[in-house]
């Protein structure tokens, strides 16, 4: 299906840099991240080894590295998805990482999206109750005038009661942007969210993010494998072998 137009439908709240960040104007922050995981009994395998990582609102920083790196480990740490074993993660001036499971839970439905390579759709629901999903997690009704011109602007306007199982891949991650873009969140992190699209499709996801970041101010965190989206970023941080390497490299996005 054919996106309508070129300019990404965003909501009118204030950017996150005019909002929350920590001094140094950072949205993201982690500082000696540590993860490992015990394959079996008597073994350890460090997957992230005192790890330091900050963003910005307004970029789109890639992380990037060869399979096994430990870069999607990093995102799910730095979102609070996963729980490291030592450092600290700051979010939007806050610490995540000393907070309980229930304030977590609330502090990422309202702040955080995500995108995944394998869409996050609840699978038993129709395109438009897993947009609406969001807001019935927060005790509110899903805003049906936005949603109907982000269906639309995604050329899905004839979708909205179906499956999304009959939907393709493309059309699948278009939901899960529209998602993204209906709860006005502050940082949205991506893994690997072109990897099971085709060229077309992988384009316009890039679009959008890129869009969040520019138009909306947010911060937008992308891990990917593709030299030509870490391209499209403003900074690339590599990992490897669970560190670092060069977390200065400057992405071709406003070149």
Do not use: W
């Not at 977590?104 to 999903?133: C, D, K, P, W």
């Not at 699948?172 to 993204?180: G, K, P």
């Not at 030299?227 to 490299?249: K, S, T």
């Amino acid at each position: 299906m054919r996106i309508d137009n070129d300019r990404v439908p965003l909501n009118g709240r204030a950017a996150t840099k005019n909002r929350m960040t920590d001094a140094n104007g950072l949205s993201v922050v982690a500082s000696g991240l540590t993860m490992t995981f015990s394959p079996r009994r008597g073994d350890s395998v460090t997957v992230l080894d005192h790890v330091n990582f900050d963003a910005q609102p307004g970029r789109m920083t890639a992380i990037v590295g060869p399979s096994g790196s430990g870069k999607s480990t990093l995102l799910y740490c730095l979102s609070g998805l996963e729980k490291s074993v030592s450092g600290l993660v700051s979010l939007l001036g806050k610490e995540i990482t000393q907070m309980g499971v229930s304030e977590l839970t609330r502090f990422r439905r309202r702040h955080l999206g995500f995108v995944f390579q394998s869409y996050n759709l609840i699978t038993s629901m129709t395109v438009e109750e897993n947009l609406a999903l969001p807001f019935t997690l927060r005790g509110k009704r899903l805003p049906r005038q936005k949603s109907d011109e982000l269906l639309r602007y995604f050329g899905l306007e004839g979708q909205k009661k179906k499956s999304v199982t009959l939907l393709s891949g493309g059309e699948q991650q278009r939901v899960a942007l529209a998602r993204v873009l209906l709860s006005d969140v502050d940082i949205i992190f991506a893994d690997e969210p072109t990897g099971a699209l085709d060229q077309e499709s992988g384009a316009k996801v890039m679009q959008v993010l890129k869009s969040l970041a520019v138009d909306s101010g947010k911060t937008v965190v992308v891990v990917t494998h593709s030299d030509e989206v870490a391209g499209q970023c403003d900074r690339i941080v590599e990992v490897r072998d669970g560190h670092v390497l060069n977390a200065d490299a400057e992405g071709g996005a406003r070149a």
